[in-house]
Every structure is written in structure tokens, then in C-alpha cells.
């Protein structure tokens, strides 16, 4: 009898151990549950045993799912992988009796009870898996065997299934956790703007994938100083967000162009502080908003010309009815009253003057008021060599040397080829205004399927723009040429506008400009979006 109780008491803490060992030996619930059932299974000597796990299914019942097991065949397996429980039994205390020794009859899967029937198993124990918050599964084991155990061993059955919860609950802790990490990691690589963790020292801990794609391999900047990699400086410059928030502890928020990239961007750096209040970490994120900023000024821009253009087709009505009667009093003065020579030129000067006034106004009412287009399937290509065989003779006389670079891929996109050929002579025109010394001239073409769009770009070597006239060159009158209404790019972004395409501009005083023309690739059934006229 005593060497009896002494082989028990040592099969107790075997398990005990072995249990305790799957709980330390791997974090995975799978693992934690099938160690533990063959710990078990060994130490007893017993054949078959599963666990299974409490879960609510689609319908929102409680079921319980088979999670680990020994023993079974896979056809067994297929009839013994769920059933349902009752929601008496969900919570703290709700089961009253956390062992059972259940007898062969009573088990509600045939399956099983005829497996159990050819294995000469009579009953299973049923131990409940849990913890101070309530039941977390079942533990079954097939009770047979020398070792078969008595019910005076309840007490630390009840010890055994409260183990293995714990173990359950830790382990499900941890998958939650990694869950989460895992689910930050995939949120962090997916945030489309460069995102650095620093240390308070400065020194590079984390980076994103984008930050990845624009400064280089994660590898090449961990461990590095941030103003090494941001600035490419010994040390960072004065006005720098990171250096500021470090220095504050306080969130800083900046914007303007990028110390390597250019453009413009927003640029925010946060403090993290510890338990103790101390300024741990950093992190700081920039955004470029280069082409949201594009298109904000387009859109303000296309307001203006818009309100202006209303303004002006009121104006040039007004200007015209007088206009024209200035114009017929002055030539029948002309024809009809007898003038001396300097009174002859001088009435002459008076009629001339007044055509560039109407010519004026027609350009004005131009702009306020285009003609509608006619859209039909035209090739770029094919406009860009129009242009260039009306102004070769003009190109040719200001000493421009100018290269066509035009892409045999072009296809046919939908578009007025009139309107477009007026923006493309206006272009080149500008360009060659632009080198009154002379210079080089290419216009480009190419297509970007990737991108849904075709370009055409027009680049000299000429004067350049000056920084304060970039934002108003496409503003109506606005010009710095000794003759000219300024209305030309005006009327080139209206048209562009009904065709659904824009245009950018880069320039740099002294070396050139490059204005570039973005189309949309439209099939021949699409249309480009046409604004309402102005009345």
C-alpha cells in the first residue's frame, strides 16, 4: 500500500514537472497543449487523451474545439472535433464539479464509444481546464490501464486542470500579444510616408519600408545618427524638428522644402517619454506633399481664372461697343476731312492703337469664354511636328538650336488638336522669347503606361523664372515682356483644364525652365471632363 501511494505521489509531480517544462519550453498554445497531454498519457501509462478548447463559433454558441490529442486516427478525429456546452457552464464557479469519471454509455459520440468498446476501455476522465475567470477547456483521458486512477485522486486532478489553464490563459496571453505586435509591424511598414524611431541620443532605432524605399536599406541605417542620414551633416542644422522636440519635449510641427529632396513637405517629430517622465524616444515623420500642394494651387488658381474670367468678358463687352465707334468716327475722319501731313499720322497712329485695343479685347474674350472643344482621337506626336514646321523659320532666326524627342509608342489619345497645337506653339514660343541670345530648345514626348498619362515637355536654356514670379505666371495679364497681355499661359491652363490634363513648371534663373503638359490616357469612347462656359 505505501509503495503504492509512494509510485503515485511520484507520477503526480512528474507530471507536475513535465507540465511545467511544456509551459517554459515553448510559448505557442499548440505546443503547451501537446506537450502536456503526452506528459500526462506517459506518466500514467494511458492510451488515448485530448483537449479541447473553449470558443464561440459563427453563430455566437459556446463550443468546444479539439485542440490537442493522442491516439485517434484521423477518421476518429474528423467525428470527435467539436461539440457545443451550454452557457451554464461559461464563467467563474459555474462548474460545480471540475472532475467527472464519465462511464462508457455516457459519452454522446459513437464514434468514440465504439473505440473504446475494442480498446476494452470501460470510462474517461473529464478534468475542466481553468482558471479564477472561469473554464477554458476539457481535458479527456482514457481511465484504464495498471495505473488506472481512483477518485480519491480529485484534489489534484482539480490542481492538474487548473495548471494547464494557466498555461492556457499565458500562452493565449502571449498570442495576443504577438498578435499585436504583428499587427503594428504590418501597420507600420504600411504607412506610405518615412517614419524613424530614435533614441534620445539621436541614433536611428527603427525605420519603415518607406523610409526603406527613399534613404536605403534598413541594414544602412540603423545605428546611425539621424542628421547623417536626413541632412548628410556632422550635426544637425539649426531649425531641425528632432533637434527642437529633444530639446522642448514637446511635439514640433514644421513644413517647407526638404533638406535633400526638395518639393514640400510636413515634417512632425514627438517626444515618448518613460515611466519617470524622461524623454525616452522620438518619433519623427515627414510627408511629402509635393503633389497635393500642385494641386491645391491649380484649384486656387483655376478659381481665380474662373472669377477673373467673368470679370473680363464684362469688361471687354463694355470696352468693345466704344471701341468700335471710336474706330469707324476716326477712319471716316480718315477719309472724309481734309489733314495735313502730321494730322494724317497722327489720325493713323489713333486707328492703329485701336486695333491692338481690339485685338486685346479678343484675346480677352478668348480666355473668358473659349470655344467649345471638339474631342477626336489625335496623336501628340503628330501636333508637336505641326508646330514645329509653323515656327522653324522663327526658331531658325533666333539662333535656337532645338531637338525633337518624340516617342514612337505614342497612341492616340482624345483631345481637340487645334486647342493642344495652341498650347504647344505657346510653349515654344515662350521658350525661344526666353533666349534672346539664343540657346537650346527640346521638346519631349513620352508615355508612361504605368502611370495612366502622356507628357510633353518643353525645356530651355533660357533666362529662367524668377522665385517670386513662379506662383503667377499663369495668371491672367500678368506678364514681364515689354509687349504682350499676358494672357498666353492663361489661356493654355483653360484649355488644358477642358481636357483634363495640367501643366508643371521647374525653372531656375540663369540655367532654364521645363514646362511639362500631362495628359490622361483616355480611351476613344472616354471624354475629358469640359467645365461650364461663362455667360
Same mark, same amino acid.
Given at each position: 500500500?505505501l509503495?503504492?501511494q509512494?509510485?503515485?505521489?511520484n507520477?503526480?509531480l512528474q507530471?507536475?514537472?513535465?507540465?511545467?517544462?511544456?509551459?517554459?519550453?515553448?510559448?505557442?498554445?499548440?505546443?503547451?497543449?501537446q !506537450?502536456?497531454?503526452?506528459?500526462i498519457?506517459?506518466?500514467?501509462?494511458?492510451?488515448?487523451?485530448?483537449?479541447?478548447?473553449?470558443?464561440?463559433?459563427?453563430?455566437?454558441?459556446?463550443?468546444?474545439?479539439?485542440?490537442?490529442?493522442? %491516439?485517434?486516427s484521423?477518421?476518429?478525429? !474528423?467525428?470527435?472535433?467539436?461539440?457545443?456546452?451550454?452557457?451554464?457552464?461559461?464563467? @467563474?464557479?459555474?462548474?460545480? &464539479?471540475?472532475?467527472?469519471?464519465?462511464?462508457?454509455?455516457?459519452l454522446?459520440?459513437?464514434?468514440l464509444?465504439?473505440?473504446m468498446?475494442?480498446?476494452?476501455?470501460?470510462?474517461?476522465?473529464?478534468i475542466?481546464?481553468?482558471?479564477?475567470?472561469?473554464?477554458?477547456?476539457?481535458?479527456?483521458?482514457a481511465?484504464?490501464?495498471?495505473?488506472?486512477? =481512483?477518485?480519491?485522486?480529485r484534489?489534484?486532478?482539480?490542481?492538474?486542470?487548473?495548471?494547464?489553464?494557466?498555461?492556457i490563459?499565458?500562452?493565449?496571453?502571449?498570442?495576443?500579444?504577438?498578435?499585436?505586435?504583428?499587427?503594428?509591424?504590418?501597420?507600420?511598414?504600411a504607412?506610405?510616408?518615412?517614419?524613424?524611431?530614435?533614441?534620445s541620443?539621436?541614433?536611428i532605432?527603427?525605420?519603415?519600408?518607406?523610409?526603406?524605399?527613399?534613404?536605403?536599406?534598413?541594414?544602412g541605417?540603423?545605428?546611425r545618427?539621424y542628421?547623417?542620414?536626413?541632412?548628410? /551633416?556632422?550635426?544637425?542644422?539649426?531649425?531641425?524638428?528632432?533637434r527642437?522636440?529633444?530639446?522642448?519635449? =514637446?511635439?514640433?510641427?514644421?513644413?517647407?522644402?526638404?533638406? =535633400?529632396w #526638395?518639393? *514640400?513637405y510636413?515634417?512632425?517629430?514627438?517626444?515618448?517619454?518613460?515611466?519617470?517622465?524622461?524623454?525616452?524616444?522620438?518619433?519623427?515623420?515627414?510627408?511629402d506633399?509635393?503633389?497635393?500642394?500642385?494641386?491645391?494651387?491649380?484649384?486656387?488658381?483655376?478659381e481665380?481664372?474662373?472669377?477673373l474670367? /467673368?470679370?473680363?468678358?464684362?469688361?471687354?463687352?463694355?470696352?468693345?461697343?466704344p471701341?468700335?465707334?471710336?474706330?469707324?468716327?476716326?477712319?471716316?475722319? !480718315?477719309?472724309?476731312?481734309?489733314?495735313?501731313?502730321?494730322?494724317?499720322?497722327?489720325?493713323?497712329?489713333?486707328?492703329?492703337?485701336?486695333?491692338?485695343i481690339?485685338n486685346?479685347?479678343?484675346?480677352?474674350?478668348?480666355?473668358? +469664354?473659349?470655344?467649345? @472643344?471638339? *474631342?477626336?482621337?489625335?496623336?501628340? &506626336?503628330?501636333i508637336?511636328?505641326?508646330?514645329?514646321?509653323l515656327?522653324?523659320?522663327?526658331?531658325? +532666326?533666333?539662333?535656337?538650336d532645338? /531637338?525633337?524627342?518624340?516617342?514612337?509608342?505614342?497612341?492616340?489619345?482624345?483631345?481637340d488638336?487645334?486647342?493642344? #497645337?495652341?498650347?504647344?506653339?505657346?510653349?515654344?514660343?515662350?521658350?525661344?522669347?526666353a533666349?534672346?541670345? %539664343? #540657346?537650346?530648345?527640346e521638346?519631349?514626348?513620352?508615355?508612361?503606361?504605368?502611370? %495612366?498619362?502622356?507628357?510633353?515637355?518643353?525645356?530651355?536654356?533660357?533666362? #529662367?523664372?524668377?522665385p517670386?514670379?513662379?506662383?503667377?505666371? *499663369?495668371d491672367?495679364?500678368?506678364?514681364?515682356?515689354?509687349?504682350?497681355?499676358?494672357?498666353?499661359?492663361?489661356?493654355?491652363?483653360?484649355?488644358?483644364?477642358?481636357?483634363?490634363?495640367?501643366?508643371?513648371?521647374?525653372s531656375?534663373?540663369g540655367?532654364?525652365?521645363? *514646362? =511639362?503638359?500631362?495628359?490622361?490616357?483616355?480611351?476613344?469612347?472616354?471624354?475629358?471632363?469640359?467645365?461650364e462656359?461663362?455667360?
Open positions: 500500500m509503495k503504492e509512494i509510485v503515485r505521489q507520477n503526480e507530471i507536475l514537472f513535465d507540465i511545467s517544462s511544456a509551459i517554459h519550453s515553448s510559448p505557442r498554445l499548440e505546443d503547451v497543449l !506537450q502536456s497531454l503526452l506528459a498519457l506517459r506518466t500514467l501509462r494511458l492510451k488515448m487523451g485530448a483537449i479541447y478548447l473553449l470558443k464561440p463559433d459563427a453563430h455566437g454558441r459556446w463550443t468546444m474545439v479539439l485542440a490537442a490529442q493522442h %491516439g485517434f484521423s477518421t476518429l478525429i !474528423q467525428k470527435i472535433r467539436s461539440f457545443h456546452v451550454s452557457d451554464d457552464w461559461i464563467g @467563474p464557479g459555474r462548474l460545480k &464539479n471540475p472532475v467527472a469519471w464519465l462511464k462508457r454509455e455516457q454522446f459520440f459513437p464514434a464509444r465504439d473505440r468498446a475494442a480498446e476494452d476501455i470501460q470510462e474517461i476522465i473529464r475542466a481546464l481553468f482558471t479564477q475567470k472561469g473554464i477554458l477547456g476539457l481535458l479527456y483521458v481511465n484504464h490501464g495498471a495505473l488506472q486512477i =481512483r477518485h480519491d485522486r484534489e489534484f486532478l482539480t490542481t492538474l486542470g487548473q495548471q494547464i489553464g494557466v498555461a490563459e499565458n500562452a493565449q496571453l502571449f498570442e495576443s500579444v504577438e498578435r499585436a505586435k504583428t499587427e503594428l509591424e504590418i501597420s507600420f511598414d504607412i506610405q510616408h518615412s517614419i524613424f524611431l530614435l533614441e541620443s539621436g541614433r532605432l527603427r525605420v519603415n519600408r518607406t523610409t526603406e524605399k527613399t534613404y536605403g536599406m534598413r541594414e541605417l540603423l545605428g545618427k542628421w547623417e542620414v536626413l541632412y548628410q /551633416t556632422e550635426e544637425p542644422p539649426g531649425g531641425c524638428p528632432i527642437q522636440c529633444l530639446m522642448s519635449r =514637446r511635439p514640433v510641427h514644421k513644413e517647407g522644402p526638404h533638406p =535633400r #526638395g518639393g *514640400f510636413r515634417f512632425y517629430a514627438f517626444p515618448v517619454l518613460n515611466l519617470s517622465s524622461q524623454l525616452d524616444r522620438i518619433v519623427y515623420y515627414e510627408k506633399e509635393t503633389e497635393a500642394r500642385k494641386l491645391e494651387q491649380r484649384i486656387h488658381q483655376t481665380r481664372l474662373q472669377s474670367g /467673368t470679370l473680363a468678358a464684362g469688361i471687354a463687352h463694355e470696352i468693345r461697343n471701341l468700335a465707334t471710336i474706330n469707324f468716327n476716326a477712319q471716316m475722319l !480718315q477719309r472724309e476731312v481734309p489733314l495735313n501731313e502730321n494730322q494724317s499720322q497722327m489720325l493713323a497712329d489713333l486707328i492703329q492703337e485701336v486695333r491692338k481690339d486685346i479685347v479678343r484675346e480677352v474674350l478668348n480666355f473668358a +469664354k473659349p470655344r467649345e @472643344p471638339q *474631342f477626336l482621337p489625335s496623336n501628340l &506626336n503628330d508637336v511636328r505641326y508646330c514645329h514646321n515656327s522653324k523659320v522663327h526658331i531658325r +532666326k533666333a539662333k535656337i532645338l /531637338t525633337l524627342s518624340l516617342d514612337p509608342s505614342m497612341p492616340e489619345i482624345i483631345m488638336s487645334d486647342q493642344i #497645337g495652341q498650347v504647344v506653339m505657346n510653349l515654344m514660343i515662350n521658350a525661344v522669347e533666349m534672346p541670345q %539664343g #540657346g537650346r530648345m521638346v519631349q514626348t513620352r508615355v508612361e503606361p504605368a502611370a %495612366g498619362r502622356v507628357v510633353l515637355s518643353v525645356k530651355d536654356t533660357g533666362e #529662367g523664372i524668377l517670386e514670379d513662379e506662383g503667377r505666371i *499663369f491672367p495679364f500678368f506678364t514681364r515682356k515689354a509687349e504682350g497681355t499676358g494672357l498666353g499661359l492663361s489661356i493654355c491652363r483653360r484649355i488644358l483644364e477642358r481636357h483634363g490634363a495640367h501643366m508643371e513648371v521647374e531656375q534663373v540655367q532654364g525652365s521645363v *514646362f =511639362r503638359v500631362v495628359f490622361p490616357m483616355m480611351k476613344k469612347n472616354d471624354r475629358p471632363p469640359v467645365e462656359t461663362i455667360n
